[in-house]
């Protein structure tokens, strides 16, 4: 019964940042671990960033580690994701997600089912 919607989506030129969103509902939000997931056209669902239930660690996707900053604000049941330097590749539907473990120790760094909440996500699109 977790609610999740994303914002901050939109059309940008190559260089540029953006800022996304993610506002929770439902679930205590600050006992779960967060994730960010992106899906291009005719590509599969990928992993794209992931923070602990506490906030104390992060977890990156080779292609946006250095680029990337994912980040909670439990006060506010919200989760970000700070992209800069944003590329064409880039370009995909941003999806947040929390995991389904109440404090789980670590994070699962691939889109799966241990996220039972999804939310209905926001296009990123980067122009050369």
């Known amino acids: 019964q977790v609610q999740l919607v994303e914002s901050g989506g939109g059309l940008v030129q190559a260089g540029d940042s953006l800022r996304l969103s993610c506002a929770a509902s439902g679930r205590t939000f600050s006992n779960y671990a967060m994730g960010w997931f992106r899906q291009a056209p005719g590509k599969e669902r990928e992993f794209v960033a992931a923070?602990?239930?506490?906030?104390?660690?992060?977890y990156y996707a080779d292609s946006v580690k250095g680029r990337f900053t994912i980040s909670r604000d439990n006060a506010k049941n919200t989760e970000y994701l700070q992209m800069n330097s944003l590329k064409p590749e880039d370009t995909a539907v941003y999806y947040c997600?929390?995991?389904?473990?109440?404090?789980?120790?670590?994070?699962?760094?691939?889109?799966?089912?241990?996220?039972?909440?999804w939310g209905q996500g926001t296009q990123v699109t980067v122009s050369s």
């Open positions: 923070i602990t239930w506490n906030g104390g660690r992060t």
């Open positions: 997600a929390t995991d389904k473990v109440f404090r789980r120790r670590a994070v699962v760094t691939a889109p799966s089912a241990e996220y039972d909440y």
